[in-house]
């Protein structure tokens, strides 16, 4: 069984910066797409990124500029960097991943608990 564990969110200021982590974890045969989503109260669930096993890498318009995502292969880890921070990226965090492992003939998609970012006005 897999889990992605996430880690680095928390409370900064308007300007400030946070870097998120999100580690793979069990019986992994490879990983395809890793991403990024938020959710704010009251509103669905929305794409920031995604980067796929190649390195290509797409973003939401809203944070192009200011995110980068970026993976470790061989650690199963993607990550976040977050720079210039607006109290609108306020929400919680969830880590994506299609993973295949010993037990699936296929990638399954997986998600993290997610990681509360809040940005103070």
């Known amino acids: 069984q897999v889990q992605l564990v996430e880690s680095g969110g928390g409370l900064v200021q308007t300007g400030g910066s946070l870097r998120l982590s999100c580690a793979a974890s069990?019986?992994?045969?490879?990983?395809?797409?890793m991403g990024w989503y938020r959710q704010a109260p009251g509103k669905q669930r929305e794409l920031v990124a995604t980067?796929?096993?190649?390195?290509?890498?797409r973003y939401a318009d809203s944070v192009k500029g200011r995110f980068t995502i970026s993976r470790d292969n061989a650690k199963n880890t993607v990550y976040m960097q977050m720079n210039s921070l607006k109290p609108e990226d306020t929400a919680v965090y969830y880590c994506?991943?299609?993973?295949?492992?010993?037990?699936?003939?296929?990638?399954?998609?997986?998600w993290g608990q997610g990681t509360q970012v809040t940005v103070s006005s």
């Open positions: 994506n991943a299609g993973v295949k492992t010993n037990a699936a003939m296929w990638y399954v998609t997986v």
């Open positions: 069990g019986n992994i045969v490879s990983i395809n797409v």
């Open positions: 980067i796929n096993s190649g390195g290509s890498t």
